[in-house]
């Protein structure tokens, strides 16, 4: 695993030149990268978002594409679209935005359900279909989409098949007092963004996650997974708990995670590391818990506590 740490690092340390103090963050995106899955980011304006999908797609030598997300995008706006050359006097396709490596779909809640679905066969099939034509996408393929928790007004709130597709969801939040002034140094004259350079080869990724696989993952860690995911559908707080998607998901991000960390084989803590960033999006909360306060994140949390590793574990 040696070879994924060393990857990894690379591009860790490289990110970090421009989003300092969250190499937690960094980490995480990385381990759904390995993983060929997608994120969505949920934060307040100016946190950073934006120039960690820039900083990324720097750092592997990668096509970045930036789509801004509003209620009159259209899904062709997204996949792409047929136009009629009156000179060959047939169709030519003229690939839209999803035609890229790392794809950032900018306030994806503000875009209508109608183009939300132009997604989501992107993010789970990596292909697009226009006009009955089914095209793949580029490999790697890596959706990083961002959301605005406090302002709801226009919005189109993700449905819950679509937030399943999304690998995990993050926040980046606000930085402490000491990284904050240091990131006011960093910004001083040039944006550190503009001297970054590629550390890792993106064409690496897939040959990456393929070592991923190899990761043991022993019976009773597997066996853990599988009870901490059913208990959330067990959990009368919330009205929907994990899918097998997500199941599929923690497993996989656990290898990662202990391919990052140079080891070639699970630890029930890196299951719990993850679990919070994999299933929580994945669980819908009952109306009523909504109303007392409660929050998935503090259910899965719980759950953790709760959920021996053997069973008969006290």
């Not at 797609?57 to 970045?64: D, E, I, K, N, R």
């Not at 696989?213 to 009205?239: K, N």
């Not at 997500?246 to 656990?254: C, E, F, V």
């Not at 590391?273 to 818990?289: D, G, Q």
């Amino acid at each position: 695993m040696q070879a994924i740490q060393e990857f990894t690092a690379e591009i860790t340390d490289n990110v970090e030149r421009v989003i300092i103090g969250k190499r937690e963050v960094v980490e995480l995106a990385l381990v759904a990268l390995l993983c060929e899955g997608h994120i969505l980011l949920e934060d307040v304006p100016g946190v950073g978002k934006t120039m960690l999908a820039r900083a990324l797609a720097v750092s592997l030598g990668l096509a970045f594409k930036r789509l801004q997300c509003t209620p009159d995008l259209l899904p062709n706006d997204v996949t792409g679209v047929s136009i009629f050359d009156q000179q060959s006097r047939q169709f030519t396709f003229i690939p839209g935005p999803a035609f890229t490596n790392i794809l950032l779909a900018d306030e994806i809640n503000r875009a209508t359900p109608r183009t939300q679905s132009a997604l989501l066969e992107a993010m789970g099939e990596r292909q697009v279909t226009v006009d009955g034509v089914t095209r793949p996408l580029p490999r790697p393929f890596f959706v990083m989409a961002t959301q605005n928790p406090i302002e709801y007004e226009g919005t189109f709130p993700l449905p819950e098949a679509q937030l399943d597709r999304f690998f995990m969801k993050l926040s980046l939040g606000y930085l402490d007092e000491a990284t904050e002034g240091q990131m006011l140094v960093n910004l001083g004259r040039e944006h550190p963004i503009e001297e970054l350079t590629q550390t890792a080869a993106g064409a690496r990724v897939p040959e990456m996650a393929r070592l991923v696989w190899d990761v043991h993952v022993d019976d009773t860690v597997r066996e853990y997974i599988v009870r901490l995911v059913t208990a959330t559908r067990r959990q009368p707080e919330l009205l929907l708990g994990a899918s097998p998607r997500g199941s599929h998901a923690l497993y996989r991000g656990s290898q990662a995670y202990a391919a990052m960390h140079g080891r070639d084989y699970v630890l029930p803590d890196d299951v719990k590391t993850l679990a919070p960033f994999i299933l929580a999006h994945r669980c819908l909360l009952h109306p009523e818990s909504a109303l007392r306060g409660v929050r998935v994140r503090d259910v899965v949390n719980r759950l953790l506590e709760q959920t021996p590793l053997e069973i008969g574990e006290l």
